[in-house]
């Protein structure tokens, strides 16, 4: 099994420009969730997906932010525009439901906005 | 509110030496706990986890950690620190297993040789 996957693994923007941060679960898993990691929160639950369908997004910062899970097997996470206050690693998780929510984290986007 | 505590931002032990990172989770009727490690540039992957049974865990990597409900602690040892084991600890809580993780803000760990 190849893990969960993350593209691009590095993003350098300049602020007010688009980003999308794409995420490949691990086949089978039906839940999907995608963290922020900073020094200063930590790590912070933005959405969360079971079957596609978008159960949580009490963590998504703003408007600015979006997420999509048009199949089992893909998810993307844009912002628009992009500030430097964005500056983070983000991270996909996914997990099989029936295991108590068990998450398998991917390596990772680490996205810098100038 | 649910929070999950490590006390200790940053460790420094030697090589082979013994370690204990400490957790403690907040009050919960049935609290799944989990393990994570980080290296540097990398995802967390699972060390170890608690749902039931036996309270000491066996996880990958040699390490082990105990569930003391009595102290809501969930504390993770390792008998002979390698210098790869060098990296972030991160403790999480899923209250009686939804979705939501809390995690606590991790014990960076550095190995001297």
């Known amino acids: 099994d190849a893990g969960v996957i993350q593209s691009p693994r590095h993003e350098v923007t300049e602020m007010g420009q688009e980003v999308t941060l794409r995420c490949k679960p691990i086949s089978g898993h039906n839940s999907l969730f995608w963290y922020r990691q900073t020094m200063m929160r930590g790590l912070e639950l933005l959405i969360y997906?079971?079957?596609?369908?978008?159960?949580?997004d009490s963590g998504m910062p703003e408007d600015r932010f979006s997420a999509k899970m048009p199949n089992a097997s893909f998810s993307t996470l844009k912002i628009q525009p992009s500030e430097p206050r964005d500056s983070a690693v983000y991270f996909c998780?996914?997990?099989?439901?029936?295991?108590?929510?068990?998450?398998?984290f991917g390596p990772g986007t680490r996205l810098t906005v100038l | 509110a649910q929070s999950v505590t490590q006390p200790d931002i940053h460790i420094t032990v030697s090589e082979g030496a013994s370690l204990e990172l400490r957790c403690n989770y907040s009050y919960g009727a049935t609290p799944y706990l989990f393990w994570y490690v980080q290296s540097p540039g990398q995802g967390l992957q699972l060390l170890l986890k608690y749902f039931s049974g036996d309270t000491l865990v066996q996880g990958i990597k040699g390490f082990e950690a105990e569930f003391k409900r009595s102290q809501s602690s969930f504390n993770l040892r390792k008998p002979s620190v390698h210098w790869s084991d060098a990296a972030e600890y991160f403790c999480a809580q899923s209250t009686s297993g939804t979705y939501k993780y809390i995690f606590g803000t991790g014990t960076r760990l550095k190995v001297l040789a």
């Open positions: 997906f079971n079957n596609n369908v978008p159960i949580d």
């Open positions: 998780a996914s997990s099989f439901e029936e295991v108590f929510y068990e998450q398998f």
